[in-house]
C-alpha cells in the first residue's frame, strides 16, 4: 500500500531554514508527482508547489517562489521542502501528498510540524 | 492564480439531515481537476470526490459531487456522525493547485 513517511516535529529560531522529509513506499517514486501543503493552527490548507520526481521539475505558488526548494533523492525514494528565512507566521503542519491521475491527491503524509518560536 | 471560495463557512446540521457546500471558482476551471477532500482534527485530507463528481476508493455513496464552470457543489445525502469535519474543494490550473477556505459541518 502507497504510504508517505515524513520526518519528525522541528523548532526553529526566525531567520532559520527548515527541511522536512518525505519518504514514500507502495509505489514507484519517479512515476508520480509529490505535492506539498501547509495547515497553520486553526487555519484551512495553503498549496505550496509540487515536484516531479523522475526529472526534479518544480513548480510553485508565487507567494514561496525564492523561499522554498524541492528536491528529492530517487534511490532513497525520498523528498524535501526546505524552507528558508521561516517567520512566526511559517508555524504550521507541513504535509507532503502523492500526486493522482487528474491533478488530486488521493495519499498524503502524515504531516510534519514546524514551531517558528524565539 | 484560481481563488476558490468555499460557502458557507458552518453548516450547523444533525444527524440525518442533507448537506449541501459550494465552491465558486474566480475563473472557469476544468472539471476534470477538480475535487473535495474531509480533514478531521489531527488527521490529514482525505480524498472524496475527484473529477467533480467521481468518488474516490472507499468513500460512500452518500457523498456526491457536481458542477462545472465555475460552481461546484459537495452534497452528502443523511450526515452520518463520522460526517462531521471539515471540507475543502481544490482545483488545478496555472501549473498549481489551490484550495478553498473550507467548509465546518457541526452538529
Known amino acids: 500500500q502507497v504510504q508517505l513517511l515524513q520526518s519528525g516535529a522541528e523548532v526553529k529560531r526566525p531567520g532559520a531554514s527548515v527541511k522536512v522529509s518525505c519518504k514514500a513506499s507502495?509505489?514507484?517514486?519517479?512515476?508520480?508527482?509529490i505535492h506539498w501543503v501547509r495547515q497553520a493552527p486553526g487555519q484551512g490548507l495553503e498549496y505550496m508547489g509540487w515536484?516531479?520526481?523522475?526529472?526534479?521539475?518544480?513548480e510553485f505558488v508565487q507567494k514561496f517562489q525564492g523561499r522554498v526548494t524541492l528536491t528529492r533523492d530517487t534511490s532513497i525514494s525520498t523528498a524535501y521542502m526546505e524552507l528558508t528565512g521561516v517567520r512566526s507566521d511559517d508555524t504550521a503542519v507541513y504535509y507532503c501528498?502523492?500526486?493522482?491521475?487528474?491533478?488530486?491527491?488521493?495519499?498524503w503524509g502524515q504531516g510534519s510540524l514546524v514551531t517558528v518560536s524565539s | 492564480e484560481i481563488v476558490l471560495t468555499q460557502s458557507p463557512g458552518t453548516l450547523s446540521l444533525s444527524p440525518g439531515e442533507r448537506a449541501t457546500l459550494s465552491c465558486r471558482a474566480s475563473?472557469?476551471?476544468?472539471?476534470?481537476?477538480f475535487a473535495w477532500y474531509q480533514q478531521k482534527p489531527g488527521q490529514a485530507p482525505r480524498l472524496l470526490i475527484y473529477?467533480?463528481?467521481s468518488r474516490a476508493t472507499g468513500v460512500p455513496d452518500r457523498f456526491s459531487g457536481s458542477g462545472s464552470g465555475t460552481d461546484f457543489t459537495l452534497t452528502i445525502s443523511s450526515l452520518e456522525p463520522e460526517d462531521f469535519a471539515v471540507y475543502y474543494c481544490?482545483?488545478?490550473?496555472?501549473?498549481?493547485?489551490?484550495f478553498g477556505g473550507g467548509t465546518k459541518v457541526e452538529i
Open positions: 501528498a502523492r500526486h493522482g491521475y487528474t491533478w488530486n491527491l488521493p495519499f
Open positions: 507502495g509505489y514507484t517514486f519517479n512515476d508520480y508527482y
Open positions: 515536484i516531479n520526481p523522475n526529472s526534479g521539475y518544480t
Open positions: 475563473q472557469s476551471v476544468t472539471s476534470s481537476f
Open positions: 473529477g467533480a463528481s
Open positions: 481544490q482545483q488545478y490550473g496555472y501549473s498549481v493547485l489551490t
